[in-house]
C-alpha cells in the first residue's frame, strides 16, 4: 500500500506559493504568510483524506473476506480508482467478480466495463455483453446503454439495429439522455418494421424485469 507523501506535497506548494507571492513587491512578506497557511491547511486536509480513506479500505477488506458483496465492490473500487491503496487492475477484477457474482448490480457494471475497455484484462465483448447484461437486467441504465451500443457496433456479436433501438428504449424511459439521443439517429436507419419489432421487445423486456 502507497501512502501519499503529503509533506512532499506540501514543501513544493509553499516554494511555489511562494514565489508567486513574491510578484507583488509590496505586499510579499503578509502574502506568502497567508498563502503558506492556506497551504498548511490544504495539506492537513490531505492527510485527514489520506487517513480515511486507509481506514475505509482496512474495513472494506475485512468486510469483504467476510462475504460482503457491498464491501467487496468497494474495495474493488479502491483498486480501481488507486483511491487509498495502489492503484491495481487485476484486484479490482478479482473483487468486482466476487461482488458481480453475488449480484452486486455495480460490481457487475464495472466488471463488464473493464472486459469491453480491455483494462487490466483482455478485451472481451462476449464477457462485456455477458455482465452488462446482468447489470441491465437489475435496471442499470448505463449498463443497457452500452449494451445496445456493442448490438449497434457489432463487436462481437451479430449487429443488430433492432436489439440497439430495443435496449436504447428500455433505458430512455427510465430517462438516460443519450439513449434518447441514439434511438433518434437509429431511427432513421430502421424500417417502420423494425422499430415496431424493437418496441415490442423492450415492452416485454420490462415486463420480465
Not at 55 to 66: E, L, T, V
Not at 70 to 95: C, E, F, P, T
Amino acid at each position: 500500500m502507497e501512502k501519499i507523501s503529503v509533506f512532499c506535497m506540501f514543501v513544493l506548494l509553499s516554494s511555489n506559493v511562494a514565489a508567486l507571492s513574491c510578484l507583488d513587491e509590496p505586499t510579499c512578506g503578509a502574502g506568502i504568510l497567508t498563502q503558506r497557511a492556506l497551504v498548511a491547511d490544504a495539506a492537513v486536509a490531505l492527510v485527514e483524506a489520506e487517513e480515511r480513506l486507509l481506514s475505509d479500505f482496512d474495513r472494506f477488506h475485512q468486510a469483504a473476506k467476510q462475504g460482503d458483496s457491498r464491501a467487496q465492490y468497494h474495495l474493488a473500487w479502491m483498486y480501481d480508482d488507486g483511491a487509498g491503496v495502489s492503484q491495481n487492475d487485476q484486484l479490482a477484477i478479482k473483487w468486482y467478480l466476487v461482488a458481480a457474482e453475488q449480484g452486486d448490480i455495480d460490481a457487475q457494471y464495472n466488471l463488464a466495463l473493464m472486459y469491453d475497455k480491455g483494462e487490466g484484462v483482455a478485451q472481451d465483448f462476449q464477457q462485456a455483453m455477458s455482465w452488462y447484461r446482468k447489470a441491465a437486467r437489475q435496471g442499470d441504465t448505463d449498463a443497457q446503454y452500452n449494451l445496445g451500443s456493442i448490438y449497434l457496433s457489432g463487436d462481437g456479436v451479430t449487429k443488430s439495429h433492432v436489439m440497439a433501438y430495443m435496449l436504447w428504449s428500455v433505458a430512455a424511459m427510465s430517462g438516460d439522455e443519450g439513449a434518447t439521443i441514439g434511438l433518434n439517429l437509429i431511427a432513421k436507419e430502421m424500417s417502420a418494421q423494425q422499430i415496431l419489432e424493437a418496441t415490442l421487445l423492450a415492452k416485454q423486456w420490462i415486463a420480465d424485469c
